[in-house]
């Protein structure tokens, strides 16, 4: 009789320790309701940059086709960009130094 009773309050002890751990994680430990909403916080920030990044990648996609597309657009880019010039053509420079 005296061990069934020692026993049960040895199991009250350890079920009364669990509680307080996993309340001590569910409030306060490394997933807890606090720090979910930083998380979330920063799964949108990251969301942002990858649609931002998306978005700059789909442009750089549409201005290379067009590159490729387009040889006036090509020869556009290498006179302003390059600074590149025919070989019966000169340079001249718009903003002296």
Same mark, same amino acid.
């Given at each position: 009789?005296? %061990?069934?009773? &020692?026993? @049960?309050?040895?199991?009250?002890? +350890?079920?009364? *320790?669990?509680?307080?751990?996993?309340?001590?994680?569910? +409030?306060? *430990? $490394?997933?807890?309701?606090? #720090? #979910?909403?930083?998380?979330?916080?920063? &799964? @949108?920030?990251?969301?942002? /940059?990858?649609? !931002? %990044?998306? @978005?700059?990648?789909?442009?750089?996609?549409?201005? %290379?086709? +067009?590159? !490729?597309? @387009?040889? /006036? =657009?090509? /020869?556009? %880019?290498?006179?302003?960009?390059? *600074?590149? &010039?025919?070989?019966?053509?000169? =340079?001249?420079? $718009?903003?002296?130094?």
């Amino acid at each position: 009789m005296k %061990i069934k009773r &020692v026993a @049960n309050i040895s199991l009250y002890f +350890f079920l009364f *320790g669990l509680l307080i751990y996993l309340l001590y994680d569910i +409030f306060l *430990g $490394d997933y807890s309701f606090s #720090q #979910q909403a930083e998380l979330e916080e920063l &799964v @949108n920030i990251k969301e942002e /940059e990858l649609s !931002k %990044i998306s @978005n700059e990648n789909q442009n750089i996609k549409t201005e %290379i086709q +067009f590159i !490729k597309d @387009n040889d /006036e =657009y090509l /020869e556009l %880019i290498a006179r302003e960009e390059l *600074g590149l &010039v025919r070989e019966d053509e000169e =340079y001249i420079d $718009d903003e002296p130094e």
